[in-house]
C-alpha cells in the first residue's frame, strides 16, 4: 500500500496529520464554534437573488479584486467599530484561514519565521508550515492570559517576521487589550520590523471594543476578521483584514487571480445586507456564553473568562483527563472539542437547548465521577 510517505512530498510535511475536529453526527454539535443560528429565511431568498444574478455572468471571471465587497465590508466594520476604514484597507478571502495563508505567503516563508502564544488557534502554526514558515511557540501564563513581559523578551531574541495574537483567542477565549498589541507591536518593530497579525475571528462576541482602531499610523499591522462566525456564515468561506493599503497591496501579489467566486461574492454581499438581524443573534450567542460561564462555575468548574463564542472549562485531572470526560459527554450526545489543553475542554455556545442539554450532561458527569 502506497502512503503519503512514499511519495517525493516535502520532508516537513511527512508522518503530519490533517488539521481537523471530528464531523460526527451527533444530537448537539458544540465543539466547532459555529453559530447555531440557521440564515434567516429573508436572507435566505435575497442569497437565492443575487446569486441568480451573478449565475446569468458566470462564463465570465468574478470582479478579481471584489470591490463592491471589500467595499461594503469596509463600511461594516466602520460602523460596527467606529473607526473609519475604506475599500483600500480591506481585502477578502476564501476564508479568514486564506486570509492568514495568503499573509503568511507575503511576508513568512523559507528562512523566515512566525510565532503565536500557545495554546492558540492552531492553524496559525498549520499555515505557517504550509509556507515553509518556521514556528515558534512563545509562552502564556498559567491562566491563559498573554504573558506581555515573556513575550516582549522572546520577540527580541528570536526576531520573528510575522507576529500572530489572537484575540479572543481560540481555544481559550481570552482577549487582550490595546496596551498588550501595542507593547507587541514595538518589541516587533525594535526587533526586525515585523508584521503583527491581530485574528480577530471571534471579535464580535467580545466584551471589550475591536483592536482595528490600532491600524493607525502602523503599516505592519493587521487585523483578520471573519463572517464564519457572528455572521453565521462558516459554509460560505469569507474572510477578510483591514490593515494601510499597502499591506493590501503586498497580498495581492500571491494570491491566485480570481479567488473569491461570483457565486461567494454576491453571498456575501448578501449576508452584509442582513447585518442587523445577524448582529441581533450575536448578542444572544453573548448571553448564553455568559450564561454557559455561570453555570460551569456553580457547578465547581474552573472556568477561563471567554470573550468569545465558546467556553474553556476544566479542570479534569483524574483518570483518563480531559479525554475522559470529552468521551462521556459524547456518550450522552453531546459533542464538544478536546484540544489538547491538558485537563481542559472547549464547548461552543449554541442555542439555548443545545446549552441546556450540554449543561445536563455535564452534571451528570460531574456526578458520576464523584
Ligand atoms: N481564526 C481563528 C482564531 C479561528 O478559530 C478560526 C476558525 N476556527 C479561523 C481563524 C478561521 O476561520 P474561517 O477560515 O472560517 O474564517
Known amino acids: ?6 511519495l517525493p512530498i516535502r520532508d516537513e510535511l511527512r508522518g503530519q496529520s490533517p488539521y481537523g475536529a471530528p464531523q460526527l453526527d451527533v444530537p448537539v454539535r458544540l465543539n466547532t ?6 440564515l434567516p429565511e429573508p436572507l435566505v431568498a435575497r442569497i437565492a437573488e443575487r446569486v441568480a444574478e451573478a449565475a446569468r455572468n ?7 479584486d471584489a470591490v463592491e465587497l471589500r467595499t461594503e465590508l469596509a463600511r461594516y466594520l466602520t460602523r460596527t467599530t467606529g473607526y473609519e476604514v475604506g475599500t483600500a484597507n480591506v481585502w477578502a478571502a476564501n476564508g479568514s484561514n486564506e486570509v492568514l495563508q495568503q499573509l503568511l505567503q507575503a511576508f513568512g516563508g523559507p528562512g523566515r ?10 492553524m496559525h502554526a498549520l499555515i505557517a508550515r504550509g509556507t515553509g514558515t518556521a514556528w515558534i511557540s512563545g509562552p502564556r501564563h498559567e491562566d491563559f492570559r498573554l504573558d506581555v513581559a515573556a513575550a516582549r523578551e522572546v520577540i527580541a531574541e528570536r526576531r520573528p517576521h510575522v507576529v500572530f495574537v489572537c ?6 477565549g481570552t482577549a487582550v487589550d490595546a496596551d498588550t498589541v501595542l507593547a507587541l507591536y514595538e518589541a516587533a518593530q525594535a526587533a526586525r520590523p515585523s508584521l503583527v497579525i491581530v485574528d480577530e475571528a471571534y471579535g464580535e462576541f467580545s466584551h471589550r471594543p475591536s483592536l482595528l482602531p490600532l491600524i493607525d499610523g502602523r503599516p505592519n499591522l493587521v487585523v483578520s476578521r471573519t463572517m464564519s462566525k457572528a455572521f453565521g456564515a462558516a459554509g ?3 474572510g477578510y483584514l483591514a490593515a494601510h493599503p499597502a499591506v493590501v497591496d503586498a497580498v495581492q501579489l500571491v494570491r491566485l487571480p480570481y479567488h473569491l467566486s461570483a457565486v461567494t461574492q454576491a453571498t456575501a454581499l448578501a449576508a452584509l445586507e442582513h447585518t442587523d438581524t445577524l448582529l441581533g443573534y450575536v448578542e444572544q450567542l453573548k448571553a448564553e456564553r455568559d450564561r454557559l460561564v455561570t453555570e460551569l462555575r456553580a457547578m465547581g468548574c ?4 471567554s470573550d468569545a463564542n465558546f467556553v474553556q472549562f476544566g479542570r479534569f485531572d483524574g483518570e ?3 479525554h475522559a470526560v470529552w468521551r462521556a459527554l459524547l456518550d450522552r450526545g453531546v459533542l464538544v472539542r478536546d484540544n489538547g489543553v491538558p485537563g481542559r475542554l472547549r464547548v461552543t455556545a449554541g442555542t439555548p437547548a443545545e446549552n441546556d442539554a450540554f449543561l445536563d450532561a455535564m452534571r451528570a458527569v460531574l456526578k458520576e465521577n464523584n
Open 1 to 6: 500500500m502506497t502512503g503519503i510517505d512514499d
Open 33 to 38: 464554534n459555529e453559530n447555531p443560528h440557521p
Open 58 to 64: 458566470l462564463n465570465r471571471y468574478p470582479d478579481r
Open 113 to 122: 519565521t512566525a510565532i503565536g502564544f500557545e495554546p492558540s488557534y492552531s
Open 167 to 172: 484575540s479572543p483567542n481560540n481555544p481559550t
Open 236 to 238: 460560505l468561506r469569507l
Open 302 to 305: 474552573e472556568v477561563t473568562e
Open 320 to 322: 483518563g483527563g480531559a
